[in-house]
């Protein structure tokens, strides 16, 4: 590539938005960190195999890009079921399979959907979850 192709390539991508869907990873303790902060926590319980899953993250990432109030009041946190399926906070949350999704503020669980991935579903978890974060 010729340094001018690159440099036109560059300053192009460099104008461009800048979209983060990345959700954070699960470690042991970030929920309730987050929790006692006074954040609402979105978690998604997901394996990287699960077309479930995969459909799910989908839908969450396009409701993101249509609504970046979501990226911006709440947290997102992956667990990794083949990792997480027996730790304290599936059982704590009685988790019965992956694609399960779970809205949480403070000590209450605000929703959960297990292995649903309609669009209005999602999006009716996410709206929950903004407007505690919100209130």
Not at 7 to 15: G, K, M, N, Q, R
Not at 26 to 43: E, I, N, R, S
Not at 53 to 80: M, W
Not at 97 to 115: C, H, N, Y
Request: one cysteine or more; aromatic letters at 8%; hydrophobic letters at 45%.
């Amino acid at each position: 590539m010729k340094r001018r192709d690159f440099l036109l390539i560059a300053a192009a991508s460099a104008t461009l938005p800048r979209v983060a869907f990345a959700a954070m990873d699960y470690t042991p303790g970030v929920v309730q960190k987050h929790l006692d902060a006074g954040d609402t926590v979105f978690l998604d319980f997901k394996t990287s195999w699960c077309t479930t899953c995969a459909a799910q993250e989908r839908v969450i990432n396009a409701l993101k890009s249509e609504n970046p109030a979501y990226e911006k009041n709440i947290v997102f946190v992956n667990v990794d079921w083949d990792q997480y399926a027996k730790a304290e906070l599936s059982t704590r949350l009685n988790i019965p399979r992956r694609s399960t999704l779970v809205a949480l503020k403070g000590d209450k669980e605000l929703g959960r959907i297990v292995a649903g991935t309609s669009k209005a579903q999602i999006k009716g978890l996410m709206d929950t979850a903004l407007s505690a974060a919100t209130a």
